[in-house]
Structures are given as C-alpha cells and as structure tokens.
C-alpha cells in the first residue's frame, strides 16, 4: 500500500496449503501466496516492510538450525546492511515481528530484484520451501511504457509427500536442490499469449536455487533492455536458448 512518502507492505511468513501441479502441498508462503506478493516501488520511496514469523515446529534441520527462525533479504538493493534495513544479522522467533525500512534512492529503475530470507543455516531450505517474491524498481520511461508487460517467475520444486522434500545431507546445503516440478508463477505450463508481431516486455526472474534455466522462443529473437543493475543503453538481441542462471545471477528483462 501507498504510505507517506513511500510505499508500505505487511509479510507474514507461514506454512500454506498450495496445489503444486494438482497435488496440495505444505509450501513456505508470504501471505499465503506461491510465490509470495510482488512488491512495487519507485526509487524516489521509502520502502518499508512489516515481517510477522509465523513458521512454527518445524524442527531443526541436519545441521541442528531452527527452522522456524527467519528474517528478511532483498536480493540486489543498493541499500544499507545495517540497522532496520537489510540487516541479516536480524533474526526472528516464531512469532515475532520486525519492521523493516529501506532507503531506494541509489537503486536504478527499471530493476527487478526479489526478497527471500536469510538465516544463517536456514536459508536454503526456506527459500526453496517457497520464501521468495519480486521486488520491481518501476521506471517511467515513455519508450518503454507502450509495450505490455508480464513478470514470469521460474522456481521449481520437489515434494516427500505433501512436504517440500527436505534437505538431507550436507551437499544439498553446499550444492542446493533441483526439482522435478518446474513452474512459472507457480503453474505449470502456463499460456501466455501474444499476438502476431506483437513486441511485448517480460521480466523474467529465476527463483530456483540451483537450477540454470535456457530459455528460448520458437521462431523469435530476444533482445535483453536491462538487467537487475538497472536498464541498458539500448536493446541487445541475445543467440538462442539464453543461458539463465541461478544465485547469484537471478534477473533480466527484455
């Protein structure tokens, strides 16, 4: 919602019953949502997000960390690492609450970005539970305001039951986990349409933690007008299937 000056968002951490590709499962969610809420600001605001924690008994992991602790990162910001902002040195027991503020005036347009938590021993496992939502620096560029537009979220998953399957040993930590089911926007083998020579905009995040995605569209070219570090000069047409990587490289628009 639009607050004095800026932008304010309310997120409760919590455990949500989703259908992932007909199959109800116990999934990680911000308000409930697979993915979680997309958050839209402009780099004039003063973005600030209320975190309630209410993952509870969830046990410890492998590693003997608390799973129930979480906190907040937003992935990419220009913004400070202390204090109430992107702090993650900030840890919330279930039940907790933190009011988090982030000042986006050295943050570029035009960028997509994302948020996911970042507990120490914990974050692997939360992030690929389901914590993750995008984080969009909006630009008003006329150039680009005509084109239609879509966010396309790639995360994908595996489940032990209706469980997201745990991790298990410690190379899953090192090396994170693929799964078997791929989404975009927490569907599977969505429709998008377009008409005939029809140029539309997508931004396109990649919320797995370790899958790489190539991407390509059958008899069309791409042409890559930003990245997470904000707009390019102009449009660069890329060879396909792109290359799409996990963390650390996590976005682009075209």
Not at 30 to 52: E, F, Q, R, S, W
Not at 104 to 131: D, R
Not at 195 to 204: A, D, F, L
């Amino acid at each position: 919602m639009e607050a004095a000056g800026g932008v304010e968002v309310d997120l409760e951490a919590r455990v949500t019953s989703v259908m992932v590709n007909g199959t109800a499962a116990n999934l990680l969610t911000y308000n409930g949502g697979y993915p979680g809420p997309t958050i839209l600001v402009k780099n004039t605001d003063l973005l600030k997000i209320n975190l309630t924690n209410s993952l509870s008994m969830l046990g410890t992991n492998i590693l003997g960390h608390d799973r129930d602790i979480t906190n907040l990162h937003t992935h990419g910001l220009h913004v400070s690492p202390e204090g109430n902002s992107d702090n993650v040195m900030q840890m919330l027991m279930s039940g907790d609450s933190f009011a988090y503020e982030y000042d986006l005036s050295k943050q570029a347009a035009g960028t997509l970005n994302f948020y996911h938590p970042h507990i120490h021993g914990s974050v692997a496992e939360q992030y690929w539970g389901g914590l993750a939502g995008a984080l969009i620096v909006e630009d008003d560029l006329p150039v680009l305001s005509g084109y239609e537009t879509h966010l396309m979220i790639l995360k994908d998953i595996a489940l032990s039951g209706a469980d997201p399957e745990p991790y298990a040993s410690t190379m899953d930590f090192m090396h994170g986990k693929e799964g078997n089911t791929v989404m975009v926007n927490g569907q599977v083998n969505p429709v998008l349409s377009i008409r005939p020579g029809q140029v539309q905009r997508w931004r396109i995040l990649n919320a797995s933690n370790a899958r790489f995605y190539m991407l390509s569209l059958e008899g069309h070219t791409l042409s890559v007008v930003g990245t997470e570090g904000g707009l390019l000069d102009k449009p660069y047409p890329v060879p396909l299937p792109l290359p799409f990587c996990s963390l650390p490289c996590k976005s682009k628009i075209f």
